[in-house]
């Protein structure tokens, strides 16, 4: 189909070019629309008729139902537009959605996003996101399902290591701006998942029931959604669990209600991998055709590979089983969406774009800057490290260390960390020197650790650990580890431990035994400069933690926003509901990390506001080192009383903050009264008058505390 037509028109506006489309299609291919198939294939009969019939309006790349830890043959802009000329054969000619898991980066690697979020920085998030979007889009990819805000609170589910943490308002600002950097160029368009909830699967294990009220949903899970919408998000992938026995693929109230009529969301609900088909096996649909029914009622609008549509909604239509309504509507939300992104001005079929290059710049900046340093008794390395020993499992590792959902990461792009180490102690003045050792066989290990002076050792998670489908009942080291720490300990002069995770590992002993611990997730392409840069102090980025890491799987789920009960026990742990057997507090907070910098006490410059008013609050921040240091800062707050429980502490602002050396820099935190408030028990947003306390995360410490909080009395406006 080459000849312009009405919908190709610019100059009409676009809801007339989505409506001359729309007029022009028939139900069938209204439904093609609707119908998302994985791996088409240009030289397979079934899948170029499906394409010339206008069977299918979008497909999937990926190697299957768990493509995270799975690798396929990878993408290339050769087949991706193969696959677009086959679909401009069919009658109407409309290009494909095509889709793809750019999670963390394509070619360029990123940290996984808990390791990104660690950074809490939302430029750095900005910017990597983009970059990931423009090498997708250079292989033809328009679609790419990212982000994920589910908040978590259990370790034990592996697909923590695709969060951005236990904060709603951490993962709110960074989502929204992964959006926006995947939806900067226009050419592709971001998918917010997992809507909703899913984060809360009981136990931990994946894709299980999740129960959940909606005044939590509305003050914590929906939140990063509503964000993402805000920011204009493209699509929404809803979540494979249910919500208080409702799977989210047939929640009517939650997809149509609140995310489409209440927050006005007019892009494209995609179902995740055949979750319309898995109505039948949660046991709320007879058959396929009645889960295609109650997919489409709730809001679902194109259905991922479960082919429940194509088989079934033209004839429930037909039928007058299914309003023909809630098809035309699901198809001009695709046409809607394919509109914005370019492809119905009649020339979606380009030449090859110019590749895009790794960004080793960006990537080595988004690694340092997810490193949280636990305790930092021996960092940096310095001549008195002397003769430095270098062992564990991750010296030589590669893929390992780009972590899980790296579809098109190539792992001979990894510098190794033994590599990146080797010259970072080169360089080093004086007279340090570097062996490297595969922890192999623990007992040349240790024959090797008694003769240093240094021992690191790397330890933690292989990246086939973390993901989907990936949970552990247990969130200690893997199996061998700790017991491998413990021996070294015993003839290690300085022990140094790095943790590469997917998740918060259970690291008490760790901590207690070494005299440096670096948690470092999966850091992707860089990883080594990255780690290398940290370890000699030529880095001069750190994170904090966005999860905290609790005593034991025991203690899960846990977050700093617990609410308090009605016997109220402090963070520390010690009072009433505390466990008989474990102290109750964790290892290390939320938004723990050793700082290099100061920080003085938090001042408000007027401590009474009204509701429509803001809060601005100050805090003096020294640098006493001789490099400049670039760190998060973060404002905690809580409600003192209000309508409902509130949590105990929760993140309500934060930034990051470069300081010079030996330079002092005044942080100011401008927050709008409005960022105190929440749904209370009538479902509506309310903002209370009362006291908030408020206080900056300690950044000299471990762990953030509450002394030198501000109170902050917000008024109504005739008191
Ligand atoms: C995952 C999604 C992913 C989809 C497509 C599903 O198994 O839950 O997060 O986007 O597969 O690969």
Same mark, same amino acid.
């Given at each position: 189909?080459?000849?312009?037509?009405?919908?190709?028109?610019?100059?009409?506006?676009?809801?007339?070019?989505?409506?001359?489309?729309?007029?022009?299609?028939?139900?069938?291919?209204?439904?093609?629309?609707?119908?998302?198939?994985?791996?088409?294939?240009?030289?397979?009969?079934?899948?170029?008729?499906?394409?010339?019939?206008?069977?299918?309006?979008?497909?999937?790349?990926?190697?299957?139902?768990?493509?995270?830890?799975?690798?396929?043959? %990878?993408?290339?802009?050769?087949?991706?537009?193969?696959?677009?000329?086959?679909?401009?054969?069919?009658?109407?000619?409309?290009?494909?959605?095509?889709?793809?898991?750019?999670?963390?980066?394509?070619?360029?690697?990123?940290?996984?996003?808990?390791?990104?979020?660690?950074?809490?920085?939302?430029?750095?998030?900005?910017?990597?996101?983009?970059?990931?979007?423009?090498?997708? #889009?250079?292989? %033809?990819?328009? @679609?790419?399902?990212?982000?994920?805000?589910?908040?978590?609170?259990?370790?034990?589910?592996?697909?923590?290591?695709?969060?951005?943490?236990?904060?709603?308002?951490?993962?709110?600002?960074? %989502?929204? =701006?992964?959006?926006? %950097?995947?939806?900067?160029?226009?050419?592709?368009? +971001?998918?917010?998942?997992?809507?909703?909830?899913?984060?809360?699967?009981?136990?931990?294990?994946?894709?299980?029931?999740?129960?959940?009220?909606?005044?939590?949903?509305?003050?914590?899970?929906?939140?990063?959604?509503?964000?993402?919408?805000?920011?204009?998000? $493209?699509?929404?992938?809803?979540?494979?669990?249910?919500?208080?026995?409702?799977?989210?693929?047939?929640?009517?109230?939650?997809?149509?209600?609140?995310?489409?009529?209440? @927050?006005?969301?007019?892009?494209?609900?995609?179902?995740?991998?055949?979750?319309?088909?898995?109505?039948?096996?949660?046991?709320?649909?007879?058959?396929?055709?009645?889960?295609?029914?109650?997919?489409?009622?709730?809001?679902?609008?194109?259905?991922?590979?479960? $082919? =429940?549509? =194509?088989?079934?909604?033209?004839?429930?239509?037909?039928?007058?089983?299914?309003?023909?309504?809630?098809?035309?509507?699901?198809?001009?939300?695709?046409?809607?969406?394919?509109?914005?992104?370019?492809?119905?001005?009649?020339?979606?079929? &380009?030449? +090859?774009?110019?590749?895009?290059?790794?960004?080793?710049?960006?990537?080595?900046?988004?690694?340092?800057?997810?490193?949280?340093?636990?305790?930092?008794?021996?960092?940096?390395?310095?001549?008195?490290?002397?003769?430095?020993?270098?062992?564990?499992?991750? #010296?030589?590792?590669?893929?390992?260390?780009?972590?899980?959902?790296?579809?098109?990461?190539?792992?001979?792009?990894?510098?190794?960390?033994?590599?990146?180490?080797?010259?970072?102690?080169?360089?080093?003045?004086?007279?340090?020197?570097?062996?490297?050792?595969?922890?192999?066989?623990?007992?040349?290990?240790?024959?090797?650790?008694?003769?240093?002076?240094?021992?690191?050792?790397?330890?933690?998670?292989?990246?086939?650990?973390?993901?989907?489908?990936?949970? &552990?009942?247990?969130?200690?080291?893997?199996?061998?580890?700790?017991?491998?720490?413990?021996?070294?300990? +015993?003839?290690?002069?300085?022990?140094?431990?790095?943790?590469?995770?997917?998740?918060?590992?259970?690291?008490?002993?760790?901590?207690?035994?070494?005299?440096?611990?670096?948690?470092?997730?999966?850091?992707?392409?860089? +990883?080594?400069?990255?780690?290398?840069?940290?370890? &000699?102090?030529?880095?001069?980025?750190?994170?904090?933690?966005?999860?905290?890491?609790?005593?034991?799987?025991?203690?899960?789920?846990?977050?700093?926003?617990?609410?308090?009960?009605?016997?109220?026990?402090?963070?520390?742990?010690?009072?009433?509901?505390?466990?008989?057997?474990?102290?109750?507090?964790?290892?290390?907070?939320?938004?723990?990390?050793?700082?290099?910098?100061?920080?003085?006490?938090?001042?408000?410059?007027?401590?009474?506001?009204?509701?429509?008013?803001?809060?601005? #609050?100050?805090?003096?921040?020294?640098?006493?080192?001789?490099?400049?240091?670039?760190?998060?800062?973060?404002?905690?707050?809580?409600?003192?009383?209000?309508?409902?429980?509130?949590?105990?502490?929760?993140?309500?602002?934060?930034?990051?903050?470069?300081? =010079?050396?030996?330079?002092?820099?005044?942080?100011?935190?401008?927050?709008?009264?409005?960022?105190?408030?929440?749904?209370?028990?009538?479902?509506?947003?309310?903002?209370?008058?009362?006291?908030?306390?408020?206080?900056?995360?300690?950044?000299? $410490?471990?762990?953030?505390?509450?002394?030198? #909080?501000?109170?902050? &009395?917000?008024?109504?406006?005739?008191?």
């Amino acid at each position: 189909m080459s000849t312009l037509e009405k919908w190709h028109d610019v100059r009409l506006s676009p809801a007339e070019r989505v409506e001359a489309l729309l007029a022009e299609m028939t139900t069938a291919e209204m439904v093609g629309q609707l119908n998302q198939s994985a791996n088409l294939r240009v030289d397979d009969a079934s899948d170029t008729a499906l394409l010339a019939a206008g069977g299918v309006g979008s497909t999937l790349l990926a190697s299957g139902a768990t493509a995270g830890n799975v690798r396929d043959d %990878g993408v290339s802009f050769v087949r991706t537009e193969a696959i677009q000329r086959a679909a401009s054969t069919s009658r109407l000619g409309i290009p494909l959605l095509i889709a793809r898991d750019v999670i963390h980066g394509h070619r360029t690697v990123f940290p996984i996003p808990l390791g990104l979020a660690a950074s809490f920085d939302v430029d750095l998030l900005r910017h990597t996101a983009e970059h990931a979007a423009a090498e997708a #889009a250079a292989d %033809g990819i328009n @679609w790419t399902f990212a982000p994920m805000l589910d908040i978590v609170e259990d370790a034990r589910w592996g697909r923590v290591a695709e969060s951005l943490g236990e904060s709603p308002l951490l993962t709110s600002r960074l %989502g929204a =701006a992964m959006v926006e %950097g995947i939806q900067q160029s226009g050419k592709v368009t +971001a998918c917010a998942k997992h809507f909703v909830g899913y984060g809360l699967s009981r136990g931990g294990r994946d894709y299980a029931s999740v129960d959940v009220g909606e005044i939590t949903l509305r003050n914590s899970h929906l939140r990063p959604f509503r964000a993402a919408v805000d920011a204009g998000v $493209g699509t929404v992938m809803a979540a494979f669990s249910d919500v208080d026995g409702i799977p989210m693929h047939s929640h009517r109230y939650l997809l149509r209600t609140v995310l489409k009529e209440e @927050w006005g969301f007019d892009g494209v609900v995609v179902a995740d991998w055949n979750g319309i088909g898995e109505l039948v096996d949660h046991g709320v649909a007879a058959d396929l055709r009645d889960a295609a029914r109650l997919a489409i009622e709730a809001g679902v609008d194109v259905d991922m590979v479960s $082919g =429940a549509y =194509a088989a079934h909604l033209e004839s429930l239509a037909d039928a007058g089983d299914v309003d023909r309504e809630l098809v035309v509507d699901a198809a001009r939300r695709v046409l809607r969406l394919k509109l914005r992104l370019g492809l119905l001005d009649g020339d979606a079929i &380009t030449a +090859a774009p110019a590749p895009v290059g790794l960004d080793r710049d960006l990537a080595r900046a988004a690694a340092e800057a997810s490193f949280v340093t636990l305790r930092d008794d021996a960092l940096p390395l310095t001549t008195a490290s002397g003769r430095i020993l270098l062992t564990g499992p991750y #010296a030589h590792e590669r893929a390992s260390l780009m972590g899980t959902w790296v579809l098109d990461g190539d792992e001979r792009d990894v510098a190794t960390i033994a590599e990146a180490l080797e010259g970072a102690v080169a360089a080093l003045p004086g007279s340090a020197t570097l062996e490297v050792d595969d922890g192999a066989f623990i007992d040349r290990t240790l024959r090797r650790a008694r003769e240093a002076d240094t021992t690191i050792a790397l330890v933690g998670e292989h990246a086939l650990r973390s993901g989907e489908d990936s949970a &552990t009942s247990d969130i200690g080291l893997p199996a061998g580890q700790l017991e491998q720490l413990r021996a070294l300990r +015993a003839v290690s002069g300085t022990l140094i431990v790095v943790v590469f995770a997917g998740r918060p590992l259970a690291l008490a002993d760790v901590l207690e035994l070494a005299d440096a611990v670096v948690f470092a997730w999966h850091p992707g392409t860089e +990883a080594g400069p990255a780690l290398a840069a940290l370890l &000699t102090g030529e880095s001069t980025r750190s994170g904090r933690l966005p999860m905290l890491l609790p005593r034991s799987a025991g203690h899960l789920p846990f977050s700093h926003a617990e609410r308090p009960s009605g016997r109220p026990m402090p963070f520390d742990g010690r009072g009433m509901g505390r466990y008989l057997d474990a102290p109750t507090a964790p290892v290390a907070d939320f938004g723990a990390g050793r700082s290099r910098l100061r920080t003085g006490s938090l001042r408000a410059t007027a401590t009474v506001v009204l509701p429509d008013g803001e809060v601005i #609050a100050e805090v003096e921040v020294t640098n006493p080192t001789d490099r400049s240091v670039r760190e998060p800062a973060l404002l905690l707050m809580r409600d003192d009383v209000a309508d409902i429980t509130r949590p105990w502490r929760e993140l309500v602002d934060f930034t990051v903050i470069e300081v =010079a050396a030996g330079d002092t820099v005044t942080v100011r935190f401008e927050i709008p009264v409005a960022a105190f408030g929440y749904t209370g028990r009538d479902r509506t947003q309310r903002v209370d008058t009362g006291s908030i306390h408020l206080w900056a995360a300690a950044a000299d $410490g471990s762990e953030p505390g509450e002394a030198g #909080a501000v109170v902050v &009395t917000v008024v109504s406006a005739s008191s």
